[in-house]
């Protein structure tokens, strides 16, 4: 029964009409730009649709249906190139020659007169007129809610179809339009979409009014965060990721697949396991294998491989095919060719990174130079006015030079907390580092490029594309720009940390040839410091509620997404008070 797609008139699946009557921009995100995230309320809907998905039954044509003919088929494809449309049925009944679609739902039937929201009746009513323009005779559609157990009958009457048929249409016409349609404005619908964290429509309209009201060059600078209706905006996604990521670091060790469970072997013996569930990606260090079975169930779960070598460079990524978003890597390539686009954004990412630098000092150095934040502070609106990306280039050095001859100043010194001569520090030097805290810089750089590339896949962009770094093979430019504005509040940070408080001694480093590099002992306890900054919880300067960097950097992709739509003006830098 299902007909064809043709590319004149891509057809619309009932369910996203569904969606388009509850949320025009969630239809969009869906259908346009292949989105989706599942929730407790999807995964309930699915077990709710484990009986009908299985396609049982057969479904005679209409002119052989007489009225002795009883029907109970499930999961019938339908489909129309007059309407534009297809759908999935859940289940046909018959009732003296007329066919009845049943569309299964989760909860219950809502207090109103129709008993039933008008997404669903839309939906019932599409799959109706499918089954019409099939030839069947179809006057009405049923919903049965499984919480209830309750049946609620929809007539098709002249006015559901017309609404039905109109919203078909407008439909169609935004998602050929290619703008997606703006955020519902405080609505209590968003708390419970699953779409939420991809949308952030709280986020997207603050700072669209903050735009509005102040002008571009108020949204381009950090700026205090503006209030819906005198209060933050709502944290609508969960402030962690309860889900950890796992790094598998020992030579000749490797990863395989028990049930739901990544066991980490070595010579054949499990030494250690993660489970599936719990796993947000997975790292190998150096010569450490895994199975087929492993890798097809991490990429069936859309889980990143990252591998790196021994030092911690990053080597390669294995993940399922590329995100379908392909609207938003079209819109990145386009923006990278436009040079005042990509001067626009270069501006925020290093006027963020000087700023988190200045704020670092000012709160950690001890006995700072004269002048040293004044210079910090010239520098970042130095950067914010610059007039091609060499000259930025120039201004981000120079801010560079003062921080880091004033780095060392935030360690410890005098009493029980002296460090270590081995952790001196002059100058930044790389490829290969000289010194212990040099070779710390670099691995936790290295890291936070790692988790930026991560989040930036997630989203869709390419992650070699950059605006501020210049495309090269290799260099995942995208990530080295998002993560301008992190490396003082993530990478930085934990270096001092780690030497303040004695977590890595200068045992935990090899020196040969002049570079230093950590021992396999002091990359673990790198790593877990890394983990704690990561999982740390910070109040968001722009939107006033608390969540973890980790999923800072996800919230600062989705921004950058939104500006290269064009629903907010400016990329806003992270940057902390």
């Known amino acids: 029964m299902s007909t064809p797609e043709t590319e004149a008139t891509p057809q619309i699946p009932a369910r996203m009409l569904n969606e388009f009557a509850y949320c025009p921009r969630l239809f969009y995100l869906e259908h346009v730009q292949q989105e989706f995230q599942h929730s407790a309320d999807t995964l309930d809907g699915r077990l709710v649709h484990r009986r009908v998905d299985k396609q049982e039954g057969r479904v005679p044509a209409a002119e052989d249906l007489g009225e002795q003919v009883r029907l109970h088929s499930r999961s019938v494809l339908v489909g129309s190139e007059a309407l534009g449309a297809t759908a999935r049925i859940d289940l046909i009944e018959t009732d003296e020659g007329r066919v009845i679609p049943v569309d299964y739902k989760r909860g219950k039937p809502p207090d109103v007169a129709e008993r039933a929201w008008e997404p669903e009746r839309v939906q019932i009513c599409l799959q109706g007129l499918l089954l019409r323009e099939n030839g069947y005779d179809c006057d009405e559609g049923a919903l049965y809610f499984a919480a209830a157990q309750e049946r609620v009958r929809v007539p098709f009457t002249d006015e559901l ?270 490829r290969p580092p000289r010194d212990p805290v040099n070779a710390l810089l670099s691995f936790l750089y290295s890291m936070l490029a790692k988790e930026m590339l991560v989040a930036l896949i997630g989203v869709g962009f390419d992650p070699y594309q950059g605006f501020y770094h210049q495309p090269r093979y290799g260099r995942p430019a995208l990530a080295l720009d998002l993560m301008e504005e992190f490396r003082p509040l993530v990478a930085d940070s934990v270096v001092i940390g780690l030497i303040n408080n004695g977590e890595v001694r200068p045992s935990d480093f090899i020196t040969r040839a002049g570079a230093a590099a950590l021992t396999e002992g002091g990359r673990r306890r790198v790593l877990e410091a890394f983990e704690r900054r990561l999982d740390t919880l910070v109040t968001h300067p722009r939107f006033g509620y608390q969540i973890s960097y980790r999923r800072v950097f996800e919230v600062q992709a989705r921004l950058l997404a939104r500006f290269l739509s064009g629903e907010i003006m400016a990329y806003p830098p992270f940057c902390t008070r």
């Open 161 to 430: 179809v017309g609404r039905t048929l109109a919203l078909l249409e407008e439909a169609r016409r935004v998602a050929q339009s290619g703008d997606i349609p703006p955020p519902l404005v405080n609505s209590p619908k968003c708390p419970r979409c699953s779409l939420v964290g991809i949308c952030l429509p709280d986020e997207t309209n603050l700072l669209r009014a903050t735009a509005e009201s102040e002008g571009k060059a108020a949204q381009a600078a950090c700026v205090e965060p503006r209030t819906r209706e005198g209060g933050a905006a709502r944290r609508l996604i969960p402030a962690r990721d309860d889900r950890l990521a796992v790094y598998v670091q020992g030579q000749g060790l490797s990863v395989g697949l028990k049930g739901e469970t990544l066991e980490i072997r070595d010579k054949g013996k499990a030494t250690s396991e993660a489970r599936l569930l719990d796993t947000s990606q997975l790292n190998l260090f150096g010569n450490v294998q895994l199975s087929a079975q492993a890798l097809r169930e991490l990429a069936a779960r859309e889980i990143p491989i990252l591998h790196l070598s021994y030092g911690g460079w990053l080597a390669a990524v294995t993940t399922p095919p590329p995100h379908k978003n392909i609207e938003l890597r079209r819109r990145q390539f386009a923006a990278a060719s436009d040079t005042a686009v990509c001067l626009r954004l270069a501006r925020a990412f290093v006027s963020g990174k000087i700023r988190n630098s200045r704020t670092l000092l000012r709160r950690n150095a001890r006995s700072l130079p004269d002048g040293t934040l004044y210079r910090l502070a010239f520098w970042r609106k130095r950067a914010e006015r610059e007039s091609s990306l060499e000259s930025l280039l120039g201004v981000e050095g120079t801010a560079a030079r003062d921080y880091f001859s004033n780095f060392a100043l935030m360690f410890k010194a005098g009493g029980g907390g002296e460090h270590s001569p081995a952790f001196d520090f002059n100058t930044r030097n790389r």
